[in-house]
Nanobody, 122 residues
Framework: QVQLAESGGGLVQAGGSLRLACAAS????????MGWYRQAPGKQRELVAS???????NYADSVRGRFTISRDNAKNTVHLQMNSLNAEDTAVYYC????????????????WGQGTQVTVSS
């Protein structure tokens, strides 16, 4: 079993900041990439940011320059620093990890957290 535990969501005024955290635990051999997705009401889930083992990052155009993703490979944690938040950032944010549970796994597992609500008031 693999668990992704998220924290850090909440209510913030427009222009404010929040920091999300996610810790992966359980039967994990290696993690290829970790990231954050979000889903607003009535919309599809979308990638916010991701980071691989080497530290290469990828951001959605809508958050580039405002959000920063970071990762601690030794602790299997990923953080998302969100600055200059606006109402369009309101969504449930999900932590994601693409990982292998054992050394002989040939197909990576796509693991998800349960989500944390971020609400930005205008």
């Amino acid at each position: 079993q693999v668990q992704l535990a998220e924290s850090g969501g909440g209510l913030v005024q427009a222009g404010g900041s929040l920091r999300l955290a996610c810790a992966a635990s359980g039967s994990i051999f290696s993690i290829n990439s970790m990231g954050w997705y979000r889903q607003a009401p009535g919309k599809q889930r979308e990638l916010v940011a991701s980071i691989n083992t080497g530290g290469s990052t990828n951001y959605a155009d809508s958050v580039r320059g405002r959000f920063t993703i970071s990762r601690d490979n030794a602790k299997n944690t990923v953080h998302l620093q969100m600055n200059s938040l606006n109402a369009e950032d309101t969504a449930v944010y999900y932590c994601n990890a693409v990982l292998r549970r054992t050394w002989f796994d040939t197909t990576p597992l796509d693991a998800w957290g349960q989500g944390t609500q971020v609400t930005v008031s205008s």
